[in-house]
């Protein structure tokens, strides 16, 4: 900036200085301090103007306003005087204009802290480094240090202050692949002024793992912590956390999302994208304009009116930018989704990612999405506006590198938004069409797509001087609407357009006068309200009964749920293809079966229609009941002999489901009862433990009477529970179920909850009364002749010895339990329940450290004939933990066969599994790798989502122990991200321990501590992993001469360990109490 008319420029960083045309102004001539704080102050200021009052109020706080104004005159006076005296002019200079108070009015004065500023912000943006150097040094110290301390100083000091800094990080941060050993100079010099700056300690942990200094960058980030705690009592921000993370776990992988079964794109590219049936017509310029805004916006929203074509013209703007994202284009449809919580569940579902648990799973998704490119199209958002508003500002906050293409009758109102409204095709003039040459009324958009459509009904069908007057008075009429257009092109096939007009102005009364002030979305409902003239009697009562469904159907649901008077049900095929024929009901072919489903527009002029007719309570009744008979017939609780689960068949009506949920929760809240309890396994195995919680709890508040569904619904509130890794209010609810049992139920029923009971029990790691609860079932059973309970309670002993790691008593009791099965009936219903004992100790880098492989397998119950292969698959776990690996490997065998036999791949998958995990610690890696991926392939095929991620971790953990580190730790992180997604606790706990026996292979000591420490803390509810994890700990901070840490960890795993008795968890904390931190402890590292 050039020097003013009075040749000013004033620094005020480092000290204060004036300069009256290049010289400066001796410090001695300035006899007052005011005079200098007065000058800068005005210097500072927005516009180097103040208001009189707040200069005052800054200057003499303390005094009258009487005496404090003519103070400011003679601090003014002095100053003016001050710089006449060094050459400056008068005119103009620190003048007083009304209530405002001047530096200079003949123009901005040059000043070294607005240069700085204005430097600092265009080097942040564009991080070059030689802009940032140039920043970096126009800071020539802390704002006029000499002056001080005010409020009106301080504040903008630390300010100032503060961007240097940010300025000398962000230097660091693009020097430092070039040239780490400065960057950790330059960041040095930034937490020597600041110590517990963390944006500069992000840095250094970044640089120094980048120098493969990795142990360093944790330690710093260990040392953080402690100067936080010392210092203010608090942890790191979140970013800090989750760097640390990213270095201790890795950073999430930068291979692309894995694309959904069965979804494949053009080319085999990355992504979803639907493939339209029909070519794109008419919205050439629209299709340019959107594309240029995708080029800088990051968030773009088509508005529009429903039918005005924001979906078509999304989907073609998608296809044509989609080699512009590495990571593909996804497209993901709303309309279904009927609840804000359930908006990141569908983006979710598209990506193949599993959605986080509340409050996290917007978060999750950025975790997975961190380091992607990718385009996301969220399409019909209007009737979740808040909810995708909040998804995308944080999605975009989070993922430089992710682009949103949303489509809504409204803009979503999120930060960074551009709009792009989705205008009508164009239209012909009104003059008459003798007088326009068909062949350029053939070229507009809105006749083109009207022709093109109806010769897809009716072949042959073209624009001519016969039809040309109709079809241009449909499409102005029609406003150019492309649904309205569409919806209109398929009636030709039994009407001429001149016919349809005819029809179209009873229907449309509101354009009589032309479409003046008619709005788009009017256009539309007369489009429908005259679709639906044009319909039968019958084929109007079934559309609007179709609009019961909500994302789909099948013919089945539509004969079950719509076949009332006046239908028949022979008749409900045909009215439902002719509705197909129609354009008003959408088929689409699924494997051998065909699913029906109406566009969103189209079902709700339905349901209003429903409304109107009165039938709405009566179909909402009878969906309700046809998808309650559907939940019912895949409870695997109802199952007799061999309990086969099939979660996927739910998925595809999930949000009719969901519909009945809501509607019974507010009319029949038994029925509500009824389907949670039924549904509560299907939400336990597809990972949607979060969302089934919430509907548990809400159909128990709904319905507190003490029935058979609301004990069931209780026991499987336990199950969701466990996935979210809580068990705080496990016995409270089956307390609850047992007494609601000895109130109404029969014998067996009590047997059965009592059992329930017991498992619950072991669950909380309460063994003394799990064992108790088990006899005391046993003697009873026992006595009564009970042979299936006797199996049973022998069962659950046997599972509390697992828990004690003593092998051979569990043995015993499982041996028992077989005895007790070959004596009871096969057609006894289930009773079994089947828990799985899932950490093991595994043999790694010269130590028996803790890995869980499976997680607690909670509410599933078998019957005789599966009950056998658990039970050989409980004795093969308690061979192992006695060391005897090769009977281990033949009983668990057995137990895969048994079964294969059955057809149980639930079970199958589980087994083959746990084979794979003794073979990989055997060191037959090649079978365990044949017998782990069988496993996930069962997983995969079966939607066991949680399941398939269990295997995979294994299987990093064999590439790790085969000597494919790196693979295996980048295998481990991305399903850690998996169960993050999910916001399974005990999932991603599971996956620590894993890692935490990864990096011990690696050689990474304190990053193994880590991740045994992380591992603690997830595991939490589950007592005898978290005490596995806290005497990992403390073994390893012993190696690593951290004696206190050691010390404090020993005691939290004697809390645990003292009380439950664990064999070999005992035996190595007495080993540890034994020796001293400087001991060799490798000793008691490899000992039992």
């Not at 039968?536 to 009332?564: H, I, N």
């Not at 803790?850 to 599966?866: A, K, S, Y």
């Not at 009983?891 to 199958?908: C, N, P, R, S, Y």
Request: glycine share 8%.
């Amino acid at each position: 900036m050039k020097p003013t008319q009075c040749g000013l420029r004033i620094q005020l960083l480092g000290s204060f200085i004036v300069y009256v045309n290049g010289n400066a102004v001796e410090n001695s001539h300035w006899r007052l301090q005011k005079a200098k704080a007065v000058v800068a102050m005005l210097a500072l200021a927005r516009g180097q103007r103040g208001r009189r009052e707040q200069v005052l109020d800054h200057l003499w706080p303390d005094m009258e306003p009487v005496a404090a104004a003519r103070n400011l005159h003679q601090t003014l006076y002095v100053a003016r005087r001050t710089l006449a005296g060094a050459g400056a002019g008068r005119d103009g200079l620190l003048a007083i204009r009304g209530e405002v108070v001047v530096l200079d009015d003949t123009g901005p004065v040059d000043v070294d802290v607005l240069q700085f500023e204005r430097s600092a912000v265009a080097a942040l943006a564009t991080g070059v480094e030689a802009s940032l150097r140039d920043a970096a040094d126009l800071y020539s110290g802390d704002l006029l240090p000499d002056l001080p301390d005010a409020d009106w100083l301080t504040t903008r000091r630390d300010e100032l202050r503060e961007i240097h800094r940010e300025v000398l990080v962000k230097l660091a941060s693009t020097v430092a692949q070039r040239a780490p050993e400065e960057a950790l100079v330059i960041l040095t010099h930034v937490l020597e002024s600041d110590p517990l700056h963390e944006g500069a300690v992000r840095a250094q942990m970044v640089v120094l793992a980048g120098m493969g200094r990795r142990s360093e960058a944790l330690a710093r980030y260990e040392r953080l912590v402690d100067e936080l705690l010392d210092a203010f009592g608090t942890d790191p921000d979140t970013r800090t956390m989750g760097l640390f993370r990213e270095l201790l776990t890795g950073s999430p992988p930068e291979e692309r999302l894995h694309q959904p079964a069965g979804v494949t794109g053009e080319d085999d590219a990355i992504g979803y994208l639907p493939s339209p049936l029909t070519s794109f017509i008419g919205r050439e310029r629209e299709l340019v304009d959107v594309e240029r805004l995708m080029g800088h916006a990051r968030l773009l929203t088509l508005t529009g009116a429903g039918g005005s074509g924001k979906t078509r013209l999304a989907l073609e703007a998608a296809k044509t930018v989609r080699p512009e994202y590495v990571d593909g284009v996804w497209f993901v449809d709303l309309a279904a989704v009927g609840e804000s919580l359930l908006v990141a569940d569908a983006v979710a579902e598209v990506l193949g990612l599993d959605s986080g648990a509340a409050p996290s799973r917007v978060q999750a998704l950025v975790d997975q999405l961190r380091r992607r490119s990718l385009l996301l199209v969220l399409d019909n958002c209007e009737h979740l506006l808040a909810a995708c508003a909040q998804l995308v500002v944080v999605l975009l906050d989070g993922c430089p590198g992710v682009k949103v293409l949303a489509t809504s009758r409204e803009p979503l109102h999120a930060d960074g938004e551009y709009t792009y409204r989705v205008p009508s095709l164009p239209l012909p003039s009104a003059m008459r069409t003798d007088a326009l040459d068909l062949a350029v009324l053939g070229r507009l958009p809105s006749v083109r797509l009207f022709v093109e459509r109806a010769a897809q009904v009716r072949p042959g069908f073209a624009l001519d001087a016969d039809n040309a007057q109709g079809v241009t008075e449909l499409c102005r009429r029609l406003d150019g609407m492309p649904l309205a257009l569409e919806l209109a092109a398929a009636r030709t096939a039994v009407l001429e357009p001149a016919e349809i007009v005819q029809r179209l102005g009873d229907a449309l009364s509101m354009l009589g006068g032309g479409t003046s002030g008619v709005t788009r979305h009017q256009t539309l409902r007369g489009t429908l309200e005259w679709s639906h003239e044009l319909l039968t009697k019958p084929e109007q009562v079934l559309l609007r009964r179709l609009s019961v469904f909500a994302g789909g159907f099948t013919l089945d649901a539509v004969v079950s749920v719509c076949a009332d008077a006046p239908l028949q049900q022979i008749e409900l095929l045909d009215l439902l293809a002719k509705l197909v024929d129609k354009s008003l009901v959408v088929a689409e072919r699924r494997g051998a079966g065909t699913r029906y489903r109406q566009l969103e527009t189209v079902r709700q002029f339905g349901h209003e229609n429903l409304d109107h007719a009165g039938e709405a309570a009566q179909l909402a009744a009878a969906h309700c009941a046809y998808f309650l008979a559907v939940a019912e017939s895949h409870n695997p609780e109802r199952a007799t002999g061999v309990v086969i689960e099939q979660p996927k068949v739910l998925d595809r009506e999930h949000d009719n489901l969901r519909a009945a949920l809501r509607w019974s929760c507010a009319h029949e809240p038994e029925t509500a009862l009824r389907l949670a309890a039924s549904l509560w396994r299907f939400w336990f195995v597809r990972g949607h433990a979060v969302e089934g919680a919430r509907w548990v709890e809400r159909a128990l508040a709904v319905a507190p009477d003490s029935t058979r569904p609301r004990a069931a619904a209780l026991i499987g509130l336990t199950g969701l529970d466990s996935r979210q890794g809580r068990s705080d209010r496990h016995r409270a609810l089956g307390a609850e179920a047992l007494a609601i049992m000895r109130e109404i139920g029969n014998p067996d029923e009590v047997a059965m909850a009592r059992l329930i009971e017991t498992s619950l029990a072991w669950s909380t790691f309460d063994l003394d009364e799990a064992e108790q609860l088990a006899a005391d079932v046993h003697t009873e059973a026992v006595e009564g002749g009970r042979p299936e309970h006797a199996a049973a309670s022998s069962w659950l002993l046997g599972q509390c010895a697992l828990s004690r790691e003593d092998g051979p008593l569990a043995a015993r009791h499982l041996n028992t339990c077989l005895s007790e099965l070959a004596q009871s009936e096969t057609s006894t219903p289930p009773f079994l329940p089947v828990i799985t004992p899932s950490l093991q100790l595994v043999p790694i880098a010269g130590r028996l450290v803790p890995c869980v492989e499976e997680t607690l397998l909670l509410g599933r119950r078998v019957g005789v004939i599966q009950a056998k292969g658990y039970v050989l698959s409980a004795i093969g776990y308690a061979a192992r933990l006695s060391m005897d690996t090769q009977s281990a490997i033949s009983v668990i065998t057995d137990a895969a066969e048994h079964f294969a036999e059955l057809g149980d791949d639930l079970a199958k998958a589980q087994t083959l599994h746990q084979l794979g995990c003794i073979l990989r610690d055997c060191g037959d890696h090649s079978a365990a790798d044949e017998a782990l991926s069988l496993a996930r392939e069962l997983r995969l095929g079966l939607g066991d989502r949680r399941g398939e991620l269990l295997t995979e971790i294994n299987i990093a953990l064999l590439r790790a122990m085969g000597g494919d580190i790196a693979r295996g730790l980048t295998d481990a992180r991305r399903c850690l991200s998996g169960f993050e997604s999910a916001g399974d606790q005990v999932g991603m706990g599971a996956t620590l321990t894993i890692l935490g026996a990864a990096e011990l292979i690696s050689g990474e000591v304190r990053a193994a501590r880590e991740m045994y420490r992380l591992a603690a803390e997830r595991l939490d509810p589950w007592r005898r992993h978290t005490g596995w994890q806290r005497l990992m700990v403390a073994e390893l901070s012993n190696e690593l001469g951290d004696p206190h840490r050691a010390a404090r960890e020993i005691d939290r795993a004697g809390a645990i360990f003292d009380r439950t008795r664990c064999v070999i968890a005992g035996q190595r904390l007495a080993a540890l109490r034994r020796r001293g931190p400087d001991d060799d402890v490798e000793t008691a590292l490899s000992s039992r």
